[in-house]
Nanobody, 124 residues
Framework: QVQLVESGGGLVQAGGSLRLSCAAS????????MGWFRQASGKDREFVSV????????YYSDAVKGRFTISRDNAKNTVYLQMSTLKPEDTAVYYC?????????????????WGQGTQVTVSS
């Protein structure tokens, strides 16, 4: 059974930075795609970024491109989301997700496992 545990959320001022972590366990992830989504209060869950575990290929939503960086540490089975120049509109619960096949996908239906989420609040 795959388990994903997010950490690193918190309260930060606009313009600040945070790094989210997603610790993955339960299977070998070499052929997986790992993604980050977010869900603001009253809104649908939206795609943020995705990375292919095997080759490190990444893709970002337009809303975060140039400000956020996704990466992975193979030895630690952990995926990171480095968030910089944060804006109040980045406030949301951030979720880590895993897809059992590699490839870039940007919808929630493309992922098979989800973490519980971590709250990020950006104050103005």
């Amino acid at each position: 059974q795959v388990q994903l545990v997010e950490s690193g959320g918190g309260l930060v001022q606009a313009g600040g930075s945070l790094r989210l972590s997603c610790a993955a366990s339960g299977r070998a992830f070499s052929n997986y795609a790992m993604g980050w989504f977010r869900q603001a209060s009253g809104k649908d869950r939206e795609f943020v970024s995705v990375i292919n575990w095997s080759n490190g290929y990444t893709y970002y939503s337009d809303a975060v491109k140039g400000r956020f960086t996704i990466s992975r540490d193979n030895a630690k089975n952990t995926v990171y989301l480095q968030m910089s120049t944060l804006k109040p509109e980045d406030t949301a619960v951030y979720y880590c997700a895993a897809a059992i096949t590699r490839g870039i996908r940007t919808t929630t239906k493309g992922f098979d496992y989800w973490g519980q989420g971590t709250q990020v609040t950006v104050s103005s």
